[in-house]
């Protein structure tokens, strides 16, 4: 299996891209979430001229958030820097647009979305609307500003439900999710995709996966604080989508929901509080606080990332090989440098 790296946007980025790929990891991600993170354009840029090999990922674009001719000309710009190199992930937009205090977009306005930029970075024209208004458009400066000569790949994020997995089967694209460990939600995915691409040209499409991994030392506590550390952001991403969504709170088990009572306690908010998005989201997927190590829920750490022995996590790892998965994304938050070192040796 293909191993890559999701880091943060801040300044600095490049310099563990360039170490990424040095280790010979496939790919290097930044996140779009414009509230906690960094923009992911200029991160992205810097990664571009500093590396000549790795793919560099966007993980993901919302149509909520940017407009498609905007979306498309910075995708097609890095493109340019970076030939053949760029992939870029589409979704609702969950947690970009749930740091804002807003719901996800839907999934047709992501299949919009995701045609549009598809034609524009292809150099085709496309169907703008605004309103009523409806006009087509394609890019109108030459080459030297934007490329798309080289392929762009595309992907879809999809957790359960098969509405997103249906558009990557339309639109020929890829799928990404997070903290999907469950080879049998991998399989109903990938059957949705399948079954909506009846009758779409075929094409090579990868299946990513975001996750976090921690190899224990021997004799080492797998619900240790170092453990914890290493997965708590994945956990307490789950745990804060939660506390923002009662009707998923109220489908998780009982430890589960009442670490989400706490979380909420503890931020000093309510799941009905309209501006519980300022306190439930800041420092949003980055290391977590020693004093919430407690609301990393054991079986939440299991569901959702990789902890154990190397011939368990191997093991796991090549169960969802089997499921479809063709790259492993970590999102390393205590030590990225040797995190990724660890990722590398274990894949390679």
């Not at 969950?94 to 992501?110: D, Q």
Request: proline share 6%; charged share 20%; glycine share 8%.
């Amino acid at each position: 299996m293909r191993a890559g790296v999701v880091l943060t946007a801040t300044p600095g980025v490049e310099d563990l891209a360039v170490r990424a790929e040095e280790l010979g990891l496939d790919s290097v991600w930044v996140n779009d979430t414009p509230m906690v993170h960094g923009d992911p354009f200029v991160a992205l840029s810097l990664c571009a001229k500093a590396t000549s090999r790795v793919k560099l990922g966007i993980g993901v674009m919302s149509p909520a958030l940017r407009s498609a001719p905007a979306a498309a000309s910075g995708i097609a710009s890095l493109n340019a820097l970076a030939p053949g190199r760029i992939i870029c992930g589409v979704g609702t937009g969950n947690s970009a647009r749930r740091t804002l205090g807003m719901r996800p977009t839907t999934a047709a306005a992501l299949e919009s979305f995701t045609t549009a930029r598809q034609d524009l970075c292809a150099g085709r024209s496309t169907e703008y609307r605004e309103g009523d208004r409806v006009r087509d458009i394609r890019f109108l400066h030459d080459r030297a500003h934007v490329n798309t000569a080289d392929p762009i790949e595309f992907v879809v994020a999809a957790l359960l439900g098969p509405k997103a997995a249906a558009v990557a089967g339309r639109r020929g694209t890829g799928l990404i999710s997070f903290g999907l460990l469950d080879p049998a939600a991998w399989h109903a995915l990938h059957e949705a995709r399948r079954q909506a691409a009846q009758g779409v040209p075929g094409s090579r499409t990868n299946s990513y996966l975001v996750t976090a991994l921690h190899i224990l030392d021997e004799d080492e506590d797998p619900d240790g604080d170092a453990a914890r550390d290493t997965t708590g952001h994945l956990v307490l991403s789950l745990l804060t989508f939660a506390a923002d969504k009662r009707a998923f709170a109220a489908q998780l088990g009982p430890a589960e929901r009442e670490a989400v009572r706490r979380l909420l306690d503890r931020r000093g908010t309510t799941a009905t509080a309209p501006d519980r998005h300022t306190k439930l989201y800041p420092n949003y997927l980055g290391r977590i606080a020693p004093q919430d190590r407690d609301l990393v829920v054991p079986s939440l750490m299991n569901m959702l990332t990789l902890v154990g022995t190397r011939d368990d996590i191997l093991a796991r790892i090549n169960t969802l090989e089997q499921a479809g998965i063709d790259e492993l994304l970590i999102q390393p938050v205590v030590d990225p440098p040797t995190e990724m070192a660890q990722l590398a040796k274990l894949l390679n």
